[in-house]
């Protein structure tokens, strides 16, 4: 069974940083177009950032500049470093497998992260 | 560039939900359908328009034209119940886009 693990989330204050984690086992996280996405409390899904193969990275509008997509190959990981955060990022991170730049196939369960003072 | 759905749709057990997402010149990309149960991660239902993913029932279909695109839930049953989003990968700004989202409610 394909599995992702997100961790590393928590309460932090405005302006704080965090750094989310997404262990990938049965997969190479080289070999795919890894993402993360979120989902602030009773909204809908917010794609967040996205890793190519080659390393090329991508951000949606309202975190670029704010936050780092990242992978580790040797540890199979995913990585999302959010750094200036803010209220309106509060929400349920989830790392996702993509296929191509197409759809996405596989989901980790998801870590929540809350911003507040 | 945005992805409009319907807030909810209504469906009787049995019946057939449908369910929409408005997107200019749509037909031109691959749309994509996750279902979300609640405190639950997304799960992929369609891909590629109509393509179903191993494990999710023939009942769930889809298809994609003009501005629209719609997901269709046949002979709908109780565990259908759950959000639905639509999404596509807008290659003018390297992003992957979602949908609105749509609350099914099986009655």
């Known amino acids: 069974e394909v599995q992702l693990v997100e961790s590393g989330g928590g309460l932090v204050q405005p302006g704080g940083s965090l750094r989310l984690s997404c262990a990938v086992s049965t997969f190479p996280v080289s070999d795919h177009y890894m993402s993360w996405v979120r989902q602030a409390p009773g909204t809908g899904l917010d794609w967040v950032s996205v890793i190519y193969r080659g390393g090329d990275t991508y951000y949606a509008n309202s975190v670029k500049g704010r936050f780092t997509i990242s992978r580790d190959n040797s540890k199979n990981t995913l990585f999302l470093q959010m750094n200036s955060l803010r209220a309106e990022d509060t929400a349920v991170y989830y790392c996702?497998?993509?296929?191509?730049?197409?759809?996405?196939?596989?989901w980790g369960l998801g870590t929540m992260v809350a911003v507040s003072s | 560039y945005v992805l409009t759905q319907p807030p909810s749709v209504s469906v009787a057990p049995g019946k057939t939900a449908r369910i929409t997402c408005g997107g200019n010149n749509i037909g031109a990309k691959s749309v994509h359908w996750y279902q979300q149960k609640p405190g639950q991660a997304p799960v992929l239902v369609i891909f590629y328009d109509n393509d179903r993913p191993s494990g999710i029932p023939e009942r769930f279909s889809g298809s994609n034209s003009g501005n629209t695109a719609t997901l269709t839930i046949s002979r709908v049953e109780a565990g259908d119940e759950a959000d639905y989003y639509c999404q596509v990968w807008d290659s003018s700004s390297d992003h992957y886009v979602f949908g609105t989202g749509t609350t099914v409610t099986v009655l």
């Open positions: 996702a497998r993509g296929v191509t730049t197409s759809y996405m196939d596989v």
